[in-house]
């Protein structure tokens, strides 16, 4: 191939074509077009996301790696992550015991 196809576009137009088949076959929005255009935007539009996900970037990434970075970051520990895994919450300990406190050496 002349371009190199990265994985995230792959992803998005393959995505997108199942999307627009799915949707076309349950009748959500094929009964607004024509079954030949929407057979050619079926064709048509997956490309067109795959290449806007490829050339497009937004922070120096492409769209769905900053979306998972996104969701990574609403979806993360609010009190961090120790060793891979959320920090829980520390149930509360109550120290019982005794303590005797004396002054110096009469």
């Keep these: 191939m002349p371009v190199q196809i990265t994985v995230p576009a792959l992803l998005a137009g393959m995505g997108t074509f199942l999307a627009m088949v799915f949707g076309w076959m ?58 891979g895994r959320p920090v829980r919450h520390r149930r509360r300990c109550r120290l019982v015991g005794r303590v005797r406190v004396s002054g110096g050496v009469r």
């Design 26 to 83: 349950i009748g959500v929005w094929g009964w607004l077009f024509p079954t030949p255009f929407t057979a050619v935007l079926c064709v048509v539009a997956p490309i067109a996301v795959g290449w806007l996900a490829q050339v497009t970037k937004v922070e120096g990434r492409n769209p769905l790696t900053a979306a998972a970075a996104w969701a990574r970051y609403g979806l993360r520990s609010r009190r961090g992550v120790v060793a």
